[in-house]
Nanobody
Framework: QVQLVESGGGLVQPGGSLRLSCAAS????????MGWYRQAPGKQRELVAI???????NYADSVKGRFTISRDNAKNTVYLQMNSLKPEDTAVYYC???????????????WGQGTQVTVSS
């Protein structure tokens, strides 16, 4: 099994910054992609940013130019640097990892426990 541990959420004023981290551990043969999703109260979960191992990166239009996703492949860790935060960014942020646990096994999705990000004055 694979475990994801998230950290870095909190309360910040509009215009401020936060950096989220997500570390994967356990049975990991290879990772195809690591990314971040978020879900606000009463709304559906949406993709924020994702970075694949083959080099493809995708951002939601609402965060382009403000958020940056990065990976430390040696540590199986993904980060989300969030700048110029807005109240609309308030949500629970979930880490997602698409991982192959053993050779010839199929890819599986794993989710972190979620970390609350609140942007408010």
């Amino acid at each position: 099994q694979v475990q994801l541990v998230e950290s870095g959420g909190g309360l910040v004023q509009p215009g401020g910054s936060l950096r989220l981290s997500c570390a994967a551990s356990g049975s990991i043969f290879s990772i195809a992609a690591m990314g971040w999703y978020r879900q606000a109260p009463g709304k559906q979960r949406e993709l924020v940013a994702i970075k694949s191992t083959n080099g493809v990166t995708n951002y939601a239009d609402s965060v382009k130019g403000r958020f940056t996703i990065s990976r430390d492949n040696a540590k199986n860790t993904v980060y989300l640097q969030m700048n110029s935060l807005k109240p609309e960014d308030t949500a629970v942020y979930y880490c997602n990892v698409r991982v192959q646990e053993r050779r010839i096994f199929p890819l599986e999705n794993y989710w972190g426990q979620g970390t609350q990000v609140t942007v408010s004055s």
